[in-house]
Every structure is written in C-alpha cells, then in structure tokens.
C-alpha cells in the first residue's frame, strides 16, 4: 500500500508565493520520477503537467510556469516540493502530485494524491 498526501495548498494573492509538499508512505522500495499536475475550473478531467522531476533530480517544466515555479526533492523524506513564486490568477486549480514508485508486491506503478486547492485571487 503506497499513499501520497499532498499539503500547503490555499488561497493566494496574485503575485504571491505558496509552496505545495507532497510525502510518499507504506511499502515503498523505490521512488523513480515524482511530479506535479494540475486541473483548472471548468476543464472536466483533464490534468495538466507542472512540472517533474526524476530520480536524479532532472527537472521539466510546463512553459506556463518556467521561472516561476520550482519541483524539487528530498529522498530522504520520500517528498517532493513545488515552490510557487508570483503566482497568477490562471494558476488557480486543483494540484496533484504523482510517483512512479516501485513495491515488491505490485513492482513500478504510478500514484496519485488526493489533491490539494490552490487558489490566486485578490
């Protein structure tokens, strides 16, 4: 069993700062790459890619963000950050953090946390 449980989401002004964490648990062998998606109001289900990171710590980012937001990662801890500078009213949405984690029962499987709500707005 793998869980993912994200925090720090809330309401922001625009030109804020918000830092989102998210910590892996249960029985966890490996931790290859963790990420970030998103879902926008009114955008049904689709989820959008934020940003990633691998296991070695290469990092990708959706044009949208680049220079504003930043994924890192702390192995240790098994949790990955997305640190979110001069946020924008259109960075309003639903965050989820994705594993792509390894178990001895399942082997290499991804998962999703529960969401957290970001909201930018004066």
């Known amino acids: 069993q793998v869980q993912l449980v994200e925090s720090g989401g809330g309401l922001v002004q625009p030109g804020g700062s918000l830092r989102l964490s998210c910590a892996a648990s249960?029985?966890?062998?490996?931790?290859?790459?963790m990420g970030w998606y998103r879902q926008a109001p009114g955008s049904g289900n689709q989820r959008d890619l934020v940003?990633?990171?691998?296991?070695?710590?290469?990092?990708d980012y959706a044009d949208s963000v680049k220079g504003r937001f930043t994924i890192s990662r702390d192995n240790a801890k098994s949790t990955v950050y997305l640190q979110m500078n001069n946020v924008r009213p259109e960075d309003t949405a639903v965050y989820y953090c994705?594993?792509?984690?390894?178990?001895?029962?399942?082997?290499?499987?991804?998962?999703w946390g529960q969401g957290t709500q970001v909201t930018v707005s004066s």
């Open positions: 994705i594993g792509r984690i390894g178990t001895i029962a399942r082997g290499a499987n991804d998962y």
């Open positions: 249960g029985n966890i062998v490996t931790i290859y790459n």
């Open positions: 940003a990633r990171i691998s296991s070695g710590g290469i990092t």
